[in-house]
């Protein structure tokens, strides 16, 4: 479960103070599919990175599975996510030297999760299951920017992560690939997976199958930019 308190973030710019959020209240439950829907600018995108820990709030509190992510120290921060959250960055952050197969291992790897050998077969069966296990010895570069959101939705399951934060998740995806990522999600959650989204689209790409487990706030808890 992920429980938002209050939560108020703010940026310092050279024309004053610029807030972001604004007192924002939440509870997810474990397993649902919720989004975050609204203009580019108010605030989407800072709110999950709040809740996946890449950023800290300048008020209110974020707990994710009883978890206070304030309590929890910066140098082990990292690995907490590592094993905890899959993200989905909204410009994939895929390493340029690494191949899509490395890529997608990669947090493996970093969480001393298996072995070379599993490692190595669930980030095929990752990347079999969005359709891009024959760009598996490419790098990124190489690669459609469709494609590129694939290999970082892979990556993002890699180690089966209780929790997955997407930004804008099928933003250079074709209608129907789209429709296929969402049905991958929706069924994580009916295994007991939570999932976030934040879409400036969802009107346009939710598929017909999509659950009604999704919500919108308020526009006056986010900034107005």
Same mark, same amino acid.
């Given at each position: 479960?992920?429980?938002?308190?209050?939560?108020?973030?703010?940026?310092?710019?050279?024309? *004053? #103070?610029? =807030?972001?959020?604004?007192?924002?209240?939440? %509870? $997810? @439950?474990? !397993?649902? &599919?919720?989004?975050?829907? /609204? +203009?580019?600018?108010?605030?989407?995108?800072?709110?999950?990175?709040?809740?996946?820990?890449?950023?800290?709030?300048?008020? *209110? #509190?974020? =707990?994710?599975?009883?978890?206070?992510?304030? %309590? $929890? @120290?910066? !140098?082990? &921060?990292?690995?907490?996510? /590592? +094993?905890?959250?899959?993200?989905?960055?909204?410009?994939?952050?895929?390493?340029?030297?690494?191949?899509?197969?490395?890529?997608?291992?990669?947090?493996?790897?970093?969480?001393?999760?298996? %072995?070379? @050998?599993?490692?190595?077969?669930?980030?095929?069966?990752?990347?079999?299951?969005?359709?891009?296990?024959?760009?598996?010895?490419?790098?990124?570069?190489?690669?459609?920017?469709?494609?590129?959101?694939?290999?970082?939705?892979?990556?993002?399951?890699?180690?089966?992560?209780?929790?997955?934060?997407?930004?804008?998740?099928?933003?250079?995806?074709?209608?129907?690939?789209?429709?296929?990522?969402?049905?991958?999600?929706?069924?994580?959650?009916?295994?007991?997976?939570?999932?976030?989204?934040?879409?400036?689209?969802?009107?346009?790409?939710?598929?017909?199958?999509?659950?009604?487990?999704?919500?919108?706030?308020?526009?006056?808890?986010?900034?107005?930019?």
């Amino acid at each position: 479960m992920i429980v938002l308190e209050g939560v108020t973030k703010t940026f310092a710019t050279a024309a *004053g #103070t610029f =807030a972001a959020l604004r007192g924002i209240d939440l %509870t $997810i @439950a474990r !397993g649902a &599919l919720v989004t975050v829907t /609204g +203009r580019s600018g108010s605030g989407k995108s800072t709110l999950l990175n709040l809740i996946a820990g890449l950023d800290r709030p300048s008020g *209110g #509190t974020i =707990a994710v599975d009883d978890t206070p992510l304030h %309590t $929890i @120290a910066p !140098g082990r &921060l990292a690995a907490w996510r /590592g +094993r905890r959250i899959g993200v989905v960055f909204q410009f994939f952050q895929l390493l340029p030297t690494l191949t899509v197969l490395e890529n997608v291992m990669l947090p493996m790897d970093l969480a001393g999760n298996g %072995t070379g @050998a599993t490692r190595r077969s669930r980030a095929l069966e990752r990347l079999e299951s969005v359709g891009v296990a024959d760009q598996a010895a490419k790098l990124p570069a190489t690669l459609s920017g469709g494609q590129q959101q694939r290999v970082a939705i892979a990556r993002a399951l890699a180690n089966d992560p209780p929790l997955l934060l997407a930004d804008e998740p099928t933003g250079n995806l074709d209608s129907a690939t789209g429709a296929a990522i969402f049905s991958l999600f929706e069924s994580l959650a009916g295994h007991g997976a939570s999932s976030g989204f934040a879409t400036d689209s969802w009107p346009a790409t939710r598929p017909p199958a999509m659950s009604d487990d999704a919500f919108a706030r308020s526009p006056s808890s986010f900034s107005n930019a």
